[in-house]
């Protein structure tokens, strides 16, 4: 692709990851201290949604890859697109029209549902398009770290930009207390954001090549039948363990910051905003790193720099922003943009893979479940720490907890997290897909496309 085609191809990580990451960190904490459900509440209507939109994936996927043999994979994004926007608003304005509890309930976890059904369907064909737009096993990595810049520009309205967005359509200081017009407010931008983000691509990226359609199987023996490609299993289990670390902290980061930091909501911009413009920078310097030392060394690296973040995490002094605080942010902003990148840029060399073990192109299921994986993940990270909030005690619509309270808080937000990605590093050493495997598939897939 030319450059102007890449940076078309990445620009609608803005709308999808406006939407996902506003979701993952501040849904529990809108339903909760705003909305006004128990966080046991909140937390089921979270891991509802969630598992309805991640059983969706490996169908739309595999639905994907079919229609790519007859209308291509852009048309569904086309008639998808602005009925995804609504159904994000929706998201936030059907828990706040009611006041039964039973009502409130069934309302969030509907929406969210409604609104997974339409966002399966522009993002999977959409990353689907990926691997055979780019066929380079570095120029991946390039890729994905351009597609990874607008997702973390967006990750950085979404996390931090969002607690000055609802405090100034409210005008009410502390976050706990804004009324549900802010957040409503704030979601549709969100919503038009996502639909201008989406118009260079549909204009500039051309729709998917004819080839050889997959077999036609049971759905389970089709997605059985992708862990028996070298390296598929091992991705999907690094991508999963990084998912869950980083989520049960970005859940978590609000309420870690506004009680144990002593950081209002109107102060947690900066912090959070540096976090991920230091991630941003890194980026290119990444996929150098990735293309020197191979992306599975760069990304243990990477997890290695973001736990030195996450063993450090207890000891932040109680009084609010203060150098160290500063220095562990500059960290977590290192290690998270290489957790981000590698896994991505490693699943198109699985969908070479995939090729050439099962004889046709499958990249739609392949995504799919990685995807799938990226939402179980997230709806545990969510879901856990929903549990915790409640086992806790936690006192919504208050900043001020209690002690027990914001111990679970440095738990969550530093040992726990920590733990998992030590297994994330393991499970890096000796990943099997090298840059010449990755070559040999591609060039063997290809040479059967063309006898075909």
Not at 46 to 53: I, K
Not at 135 to 155: C, E, H, K, L, W
């Amino acid at each position: 692709m030319r450059f102007g085609q890449k940076l078309a191809f990445g620009t609608p990580e803005v709308g999808l990851a406006l939407a996902f990451v506003a979701i993952n960190s501040w849904l529990l904490y809108f339903l909760v201290n705003v909305a006004g459900l128990s966080p046991l509440l909140a937390g089921i209507a979270f891991l509802a949604g969630r598992l309805f939109d991640a059983v969706l994936d490996p169908l739309v996927g595999r639905w994907s890859d079919r229609m790519r043999h007859t209308v291509g994979r852009i048309p569904a994004i086309r008639w998808a697109l602005v009925p995804t926007a609504l159904a994000y608003v929706s998201i936030w304005v059907l828990p706040a029209l009611v006041e039964p509890t039973v009502l409130k309930f069934a309302l969030a976890t509907g929406g969210f549902m409604l609104f997974s059904f339409f966002y399966t369907l522009v993002s999977i064909p959409r990353i689907a398009l990926l691997p055979d737009l780019v066929p380079d096993y570095d120029a991946r990595t390039g890729q994905v770290s351009i597609n990874m810049i607008f997702i973390f520009v967006s990750v950085l309205v979404a996390i931090a930009i969002t607690p000055a967005l609802v405090i100034g359509f409210t005008g009410v200081e502390e976050l706990a207390a804004t009324p549900a017009f802010g957040w409503i407010a704030t979601a549709a931008l969100f919503a038009v954001l996502g639909i201008l983000s989406y118009l260079p691509f549909l204009f500039a990226i051309p729709d998917a090549q004819p080839s050889p359609a997959p077999p036609v199987r049971p759905l389970g023996a089709d997605v059985r039948s992708l862990f028996a490609t070298p390296g598929y299993g091992r991705v999907i289990a690094i991508f999963g363990t990084s998912v869950l670390a980083t989520l049960i902290v970005q859940s978590m980061v609000p309420f870690y910051l506004e009680s144990w930091v002593g950081l209002p909501g109107s102060a947690q911009a900066p912090i959070l905003g540096g976090i991920f413009l230091l991630s941003i920078l890194c980026f290119p310097a990444w996929a150098s790193i990735g293309k020197r030392m191979g992306k599975h060394r760069a990304m243990i690296l990477g997890c290695a720099i973001y736990c030195l973040f996450l063993a450090l995490v207890p000891f932040v002094p109680r009084a609010s922003m203060t150098p160290f605080l500063i220095g562990i942010c500059a960290l977590s902003g290192i290690g998270i943009s290489a957790i981000n990148l590698f896994p991505w840029a490693m699943l198109p060399d699985a969908v070479d893979m995939d090729a050439q073990t099962h004889g046709a192109p499958r990249e739609g299921l392949v995504y799919a479940v990685f995807i799938f994986t990226q939402k179980m993940a997230g709806s545990l990270a969510v879901f856990w720490n929903a549990i915790m909030l409640a086992i806790f005690d936690h006192q919504a619509g208050r900043a001020v907890q209690a002690e027990g309270t914001l111990a679970a808080f440095v738990w969550m937000t530093g040992p726990i997290p920590l733990a998992i990605l030590v297994v994330t590093i393991l499970l890096c050493i000796g990943y099997p897909i090298t840059r010449a495997m990755q070559a040999r598939a591609r060039a063997g897939t290809t040479a059967r496309n063309v006898l075909a």
